[in-house]
């Protein structure tokens, strides 16, 4: 007898912020500050790569309030 599964899809959008320090030994453009930040892994709090002379660190995430979440797809059962 085979079991039924439902699949859900769902996306949360939040207000989250992260923060990074990015130290340089040059003047830096909007576009390496951007690609700077993406160096790091955010999924660790102190996380630090240095790279063409550029450090980048992620420092935390402020986790925000007010998350919305949205079932994309899937037939929920009625309440």
């Known amino acids: 007898m085979n079991k039924e599964t439902y699949t859900y899809e769902v996306s949360e959008q939040s207000t ?11 003047k830096l453009t909007e576009g ?6 993406c ?3 955010i999924s660790r709090e102190g996380d630090c790569v240095k790279e063409g ?5 992620f420092k935390w995430t402020d986790f925000g309030e007010d998350s919305d979440i949205e079932i994309d797809s899937g037939e929920v059962d009625d309440e």
């Open 16 to 26: 989250d912020t992260r923060y990074f320090e990015i130290v340089s030994d040059k």
């Open 32 to 37: 390496e500050v951007r690609d700077a930040v």
């Open 39 to 41: 160096l790091t892994n």
């Open 53 to 57: 002379g550029i450090t980048a660190t």
